[in-house]
């Protein structure tokens, strides 16, 4: 049994888990972290994940807060090697990983004094234990498996006395999820409640120097990395609950939770928000006073294993505790899954001390945490079923009215990829309805983030309704009330309401730069205030940001000219000329991607010079500049071959040359051949335009 036990502990852990393999990616941060991080695709990038917290997400999820890069590593591996169509993988990977550190958790509890059969009854505790499916089968959470294995490694080798490598694996549980800053505290723990003998021989400073001041030092490296790179960690700008006070009351609460939690874990407890109490005498404030009196009490006095267990217990809640680090969230059971390792040493104790009279027992408590843990396993499965868990835990939560909106709107995204319009429409419709209602619940500082994303679900519908659909009122429709949203999000960012983030800001005046200039190309009827608040949110961005707003202001202030150049054509003039300083500075500074732009504003220029000698040079230019992006751009290629059989076509109209019809159309007829060879798909209102200058061609014959 010996040999045997961390094998079978590891194999029970992996059948009981391995129901979660059949869970998808879910709108819960995996889109984020996974789905959507293009910084994945290439393993060549692996270095940047150790020294950029950027590539921990996608462009529009990115955060500082959170710098795991051997998560981050570990999902580019999977990527290369599976792709992002099944989730299976990447499930596989947390089971084995928490089935290893499952073993390793048997060897480190024999360690500690146990034997064989109560090491591995104490090890199945943790391993079967429902809190810790929220690891498992959630993708997002793998930090938290690598951190437990590498954090249950660096003890074993450290009560091995194999320092070196101890440090090692703290490091890389470190590079996993920052909560196993507490195992050097586990050193010491290890040595002061299980190898008493040493200090008592006067070894104290020298277990402290050769233990937990090495492994001390590479937590202050791991953090002075962290803040080089930019990294914060605080996930609130402000204690929880707004004061300290409030926090300490809060998280005595949730410690209440958490024993509750632990020794009656029967159903879901996904979305469990722990309130902050109302005061010092509240019941659930009372209860968890009474449960940290317990683990101190058993810290002070007791077994040698219970008192490593209650300490290791105690100190692995440092870092969730929203008293060093603001959190979010009070409790998860994923914050759970490094202290309750404490709990196979004090399980392991209990079974050894009853011995034959607990054998009966044990089995049926496993059997019971198995059967929870398979039920519990059930509410990741799918975004469906983890909203409904969410709902069951906490029916009054309005947040998950957010979390329902956000799911769905994912839903809709992916529907619009696979070009499946109606599905599309009604989830865009849903998540829409239900961000209304969000947001007509949410106070103002909880409003901030949603404008964004419900901004973000009206972008997505108005690019697939444009690639897709013949109906430009559509599209207009979607983009016109994502603009809005937009620019109620900028109205809280310049407020400074809610937790304005540096992604959030800066996207949102993206974006309003991009909407601006797309309802100005669908003649949008309020024209002015598009273009006025695309033009304030490109100064922003050059303001605070530094970024080169030239070409956003050219291609800006060039919808605005065409859109006025019948009304007044003289302003249109002008407006054209401050277009083509703007490029030509440009193209000075040899910018790329101009050509499109350039073209589009000297042929527009040259149409308003009329026939004199300035207008035949810039159509003959203006086609050049057309075909050169049509090569350079392929978010060009094809209205810039429409657009240059146009100038053609306009030439041989105003100069009666034959030469120039041909020309036209030759580059016309050129463009379903182009779109199938690049994989493009010309728009309805392009293509309508293409049959139409084919149409004018042969009439001018």
């Known amino acids: 049994m010996k040999a045997w036990a961390p094998v079978l502990v590891g194999l029970v852990?992996?059948?009981?888990?391995a129901p979660a393999r059949q869970g998808e990616f879910l709108w819960y941060d995996d889109t984020r972290f996974v789905l959507l991080n293009p910084h994945l695709d290439e393993l060549s990038n692996a270095g940047r994940f150790f020294t950029d917290p950027d590539t921990a997400t996608g462009p529009e999820g990115k955060?500082?807060?959170?710098?795991?890069?051997?998560?981050?590593?570990?999902?580019?591996?999977?990527?290369?090697?599976?792709?992002?169509?099944?989730?299976?993988?990447?499930?596989?990977?947390?089971?084995?990983?928490?089935?290893?550190?499952?073993?390793?958790?048997?060897?480190?509890?024999?360690?500690?004094?146990?034997?064989?059969?109560?090491?591995?009854?104490?090890?199945?505790?943790?391993?079967?234990?429902?809190?810790?499916?929220?690891?498992?089968?959630?993708?997002?959470?793998?930090?938290?498996?690598?951190?437990?294995?590498?954090?249950?490694?660096?003890?074993?080798?450290?009560?091995?006395?194999?320092?070196?490598?101890?440090?090692?694996?703290?490091?890389?549980?470190?590079?996993?999820?920052?909560?196993?800053?507490?195992?050097?505290?586990?050193?010491?723990a290890w040595d002061l409640f299980l190898r008493p003998e040493r200090l008592r021989r006067g070894e104290a400073a020298l277990t402290a120097v050769r233990g937990a001041v090495p492994g001390l030092v590479v937590v202050l490296l791991f953090l002075v990395l962290g803040g080089r790179i930019g990294v914060t960690m605080n996930q609130l700008d402000e204690p929880l609950g707004g004061s300290h006070g409030a926090a300490v009351l809060t998280m005595l609460a949730g410690l209440g939770w958490y024993a509750a939690t632990i020794l009656f874990p029967y159903g879901s407890t996904f979305n469990a928000r722990v309130p902050t109490p109302d005061g010092v005498m509240s019941a659930p404030v009372l209860l968890g006073a009474l449960v940290l009196g317990a683990l101190v009490a058993g810290t002070?006095?007791?077994?040698?294993?219970?008192?490593?267990?209650?300490?290791?217990?105690?100190?692995?809640?440092?870092?969730?505790?929203?008293?060093?680090?603001?959190?979010k969230?009070?409790?998860?059971?994923?914050?759970?899954?490094?202290?309750?390792?404490?709990?196979?040493?004090?399980?392991?104790?209990?079974?050894?001390?009853?011995?034959?009279?607990?054998?009966?027992?044990a089995p049926a408590v496993l059997v019971v945490l198995a059967a929870l843990t398979l039920d519990r396993t059930g509410d990741w499965r799918d975004d469906t079923a983890l909203v409904e868990a969410g709902r069951r835990v906490n029916p009054k939560d309005k947040m998950i009215l957010?979390?329902?909106?956000?799911?769905?709107a994912q839903r809709a995204a992916e529907s619009f990829?696979?070009?499946?319009?109606?599905?599309?429409?009604?989830?865009?419709?849903?998540?829409?309805?239900?961000y209304r209602?969000?947001?007509?619940?949410?106070?103002?500082v909880e409003q901030a983030e949603v404008w964004v994303?419900?901004?973000?679900?009206?972008?997505?519908?108005?690019?697939?309704?444009?690639?897709?659909?013949?109906?430009?009122?559509?599209?207009?429709?979607?983009?016109?009330?994502?603009?809005?949203?937009?620019?109620?999000?900028?109205?809280?960012?310049?407020?400074?309401?809610?937790?304005?983030?540096?992604?959030?800001?800066?996207?949102?005046?993206?974006?309003?730069?991009?909407?601006?200039?797309?309802?100005?190309?669908?003649?949008?009827?309020?024209?002015?205030?598009?273009?006025?608040?695309?033009?304030?949110?490109?100064?922003?961005?050059?303001?605070?940001y530094g970024v080169d707003d030239r070409y956003d202001r050219a291609r800006l202030i060039l919808a605005g000219a065409i859109r006025v150049r019948a009304s007044a054509p003289e302003q249109a003039k002008a407006a054209l000329d401050e277009v083509l300083a703007l490029v030509d500075s440009l193209r000075k500074d040899g910018a790329l991607g101009t050509s499109y732009v350039r073209a589009q504003a000297v042929f527009f220029r040259s149409i308003l010079g009329g026939r004199g000698s300035l207008a035949r040079p810039g159509l003959e230019e203006a086609y050049e500049l057309y075909l050169e992006a049509a090569r350079e751009q392929p978010s060009v290629r094809l209205q810039a071959l429409v657009y240059a059989g146009r100038c053609a076509l306009t030439i041989s109209r105003q100069f009666r040359e034959d030469a120039c019809l041909a020309r036209a159309q030759a580059v016309l007829e050129s463009v379903p051949e182009v779109a199938r060879r690049d994989g493009l798909r010309p728009t309805a209102r392009l293509a309508g335009e293409q049959q139409r200058l084919l149409a004018d061609v042969e009439d001018a014959r």
């Not at 320092?163 to 090692?168: F, I, Y």
């Open 437 to 444: 209602k969000y947001l007509a619940a949410a106070t103002p």
């Open 329 to 361: 969230i009070p409790t998860a059971d994923r914050f759970l899954y490094l202290p309750l390792m404490g709990a196979a040493f004090a399980a392991g104790e209990v079974a050894e001390r009853l011995k034959g009279r607990a054998l009966w027992a």
């Open 402 to 408: 957010w979390a329902e909106a956000a799911h769905k």
């Open 300 to 327: 002070v006095r007791g077994p040698r294993r219970t008192r490593l267990a209650c300490g290791w217990f105690l100190l692995a809640l440092v870092p969730v505790s929203n008293v060093l680090v603001p959190l």
């Open 63 to 188: 955060t500082v807060t959170i710098y795991r890069p051997l998560r981050t590593l570990s999902y580019s591996v999977l990527v290369n090697l599976h792709g992002r169509e099944d989730a299976a993988p990447f499930h596989t990977l947390s089971i084995l990983v928490h089935a290893l550190t499952a073993a390793l958790l048997v060897l480190l509890a024999r360690r500690a004094g146990l034997g064989p059969w109560t090491a591995a009854a104490g090890a199945l505790v943790w391993a079967l234990h429902p809190v810790t499916v929220e690891a498992t089968a959630w993708i997002s959470s793998l930090g938290d498996c690598w951190c437990g294995l590498f954090s249950v490694l660096a003890v074993l080798l450290y009560a091995a006395d194999r320092r070196l490598p101890a440090l090692a694996a703290l490091a890389a549980a470190l590079l996993a999820k920052e909560h196993a800053v507490v195992v050097p505290g586990l050193w010491l």
């Open 13 to 17: 852990a992996l059948l009981v888990h």
């Open 453 to 544: 994303e419900l901004g973000d679900l009206n972008y997505a519908a108005g690019q697939w309704a444009l690639q897709h659909a013949d109906n430009p009122d559509q599209v207009r429709d979607f983009w016109s009330r994502a603009m809005d949203a937009f620019y109620e999000a900028r109205a809280f960012q310049v407020r400074g309401v809610g937790r304005v983030t540096e992604h959030a800001v800066r996207h949102t005046a993206e974006r309003l730069v991009e909407l601006g200039v797309a309802l100005a190309d669908l003649e949008n009827r309020n024209l002015g205030r598009t273009i006025g608040t695309a033009l304030e949110a490109a100064a922003f961005l050059k303001q605070r």
């Open 417 to 434: 990829l696979v070009n499946e319009p109606a599905r599309a429409a009604a989830l865009a419709t849903e998540a829409a309805d239900l």
